[in-house]
């Protein structure tokens, strides 16, 4: 991923979030990713991590219409995906969709999830349209695709205890999680994928 890349999807976050009054904690750790595949328009996410505890996670993410976060699951976290600005689909599937499918495909069984807290059934694969303040919990096995349908979204994320390098599970076994990096100019910031390495 071109540092230059990494730098628009920066400014572009950080402007998001001040016109909306989202203030980030003094040195925030940032987490920009276009999953190892090139394509940051297409699948790409601009990540703030908010708490990084033993027992839990707090992360705000930031995304334009087009990119997607990538098909995946985890074995062990437990997550609440949160609209906080804007409007966020999700593909949801109780089950590993066949490699090679969109992640909209429907087709395994439904999913029994909690939507702001309430209990629902939803058809695998369908898209779940979540408008700001509105939030999903995801249990662990549920493989989960998300990105805006406005313009931009601020998403947030609160889970149980975080592990970025062993607990991301995708479906395309081509994605990596932290991309290298191509210095074609100067860090507007370091990555926290920069420390992980």
């Known amino acids: 991923m071109k ?3 990494i730098n628009l999807a920066y400014r572009k976050a950080l402007a998001c979030f001040t016109r909306h009054h989202w203030a980030l904690p003094p040195a925030p750790q940032w987490d920009i990713t276009d999953f190892g595949l090139g394509n940051f328009d297409q699948c790409g996410l601009t990540l703030v991590n908010l708490a990084a505890e033993p027992e839990y996670c707090e992360k705000l993410m930031y995304a334009w219409r087009g990119q997607m976060a990538p098909c ?3 074995a062990k976290k437990k ?3 949160i609209c ?3 409007e966020l689909a999700l ?3 109780a089950v ?5 499918t969109d992640a909209h495909t429907p087709g395994d069984a439904p999913l029994r999830l909690a939507i702001n807290g309430v209990p629902v059934s939803i058809p695998a694969g369908r898209l779940l349209v979540l408008p700001a303040g509105h939030r999903v919990t995801l ?4 493989w989960h695709a998300f990105g805006p349908v406005s313009a931009e979204c601020i998403i947030g994320e609160v889970s149980t205890a975080n592990d970025d390098v062993n607990d991301n599970i995708f479906l395309d076994p081509a994605i990596g999680r932290f991309p290298g990096i191509e210095e074609d100019e100067s860090a507007a910031i370091h990555l926290l994928s920069e420390s992980v390495r």
């Open 3 to 5: 540092r230059s890349i």
């Open 72 to 74: 995946h699951t985890h």
């Open 79 to 81: 997550e609440d995906i």
């Open 84 to 86: 906080r600005v804007g």
């Open 91 to 93: 593909a949801l599937h």
């Open 96 to 100: 590993r969709p066949p490699a090679g």
């Open 139 to 142: 249990t662990p096995g549920i």
